[in-house]
Each structure stands twice: as structure tokens, then as C-alpha cells.
Nanobody, 127 residues
Framework: QVQLVESGGGLVQAGGSLRLSCAAS????????MGWSRQAPGKEREFVAA????????YYADSVEGRVSISRDNAKNTGYLQMNSLKPEDTAVYYC????????????????????WGQGTQVTVSS
């Protein structure tokens, strides 16, 4: 089972940017769909974005569309989540995950679709 480690979280002011990384332990990462989700205190885990194995299909939650970009570098076994124009409501623990499923979006937006998860990285956006 592939292991995932997120990094890049931190404290940023509203309007700022962060790039999260998700490092995978195995080269099989390149065959998986990767997704990012987030969970704010007292709230359920929320889908953010997903990308297929080759990187040519991406999916975004409506709440982040236009502000977030998901990408991956299979040669480095690493995925990314570039977040711009951050808002206080983006404050959450962000998790990356992988699945052997390939879509559609409604399937990839479900937490139960994913097989392996990272431990999460905290993102805090101050107003």
C-alpha cells in the first residue's frame, strides 16, 4: 500500500498563496488517481480536487474552482495543490489520497473512493 506524506501547509494571510505537496513512497503512484480533500474543525471532510494518473484530467470542487490547481510529477512520485487567493474559510487540514479508480468526478469526490491517505497538513488563513 502506497504511503503518502503531505507538506507545505502553514499560516498565510487572506489573499496569499500556498503550494502543498504529496510525496508517495512507491513508483506505483504514477498509476493512481490522486485527490486532495480538507477537513475544518467540526466539519466533514470535503473534496477539493483530483487528477488522473497522467495529469490530463482534473476535477475541482465548486468552492475552489479558479483559485486552486492540482498537478503531479510522476517522475518524482509527487503531487501538488497550488492554492491562490486564499480565504479564511479555506482553513483546514488538507489530505492527499490515491485511488485506482479513474472517475467520474462524482465518484472521485467521495472519500470512500480512495484507498490510501496521508496524515494531513494544516493550512490556516488569517483575515
Amino acid at each position: 500500500q502506497v504511503q503518502l506524506v503531505e507538506s507545505g501547509g502553514g499560516l498565510v494571510q487572506a489573499g496569499g498563496s500556498l503550494r502543498l505537496s504529496c510525496a508517495a513512497s512507491e513508483r506505483t503512484f504514477s498509476s493512481y488517481t490522486m485527490g486532495w480533500s480538507r477537513q475544518a474543525p467540526g466539519k466533514e471532510r470535503e473534496f477539493v480536487a483530483a487528477i488522473n494518473w497522467s495529469g490530463d484530467s482534473t476535477y475541482y470542487a465548486d468552492s475552489v474552482e479558479g483559485r486552486v490547481s492540482i498537478s503531479r510529477d510522476n517522475a518524482k512520485n509527487t503531487g501538488y495543490l497550488q492554492m491562490n487567493s486564499l480565504k479564511p474559510e479555506d482553513t483546514a487540514v488538507y489530505y492527499c489520497a490515491v485511488t485506482s479508480r479513474v472517475g467520474p468526478r462524482r465518484l472521485l469526490s467521495r472519500a470512500s473512493t480512495y484507498d490510501s491517505w496521508g496524515q494531513g497538513t494544516q493550512v490556516t488563513v488569517s483575515s
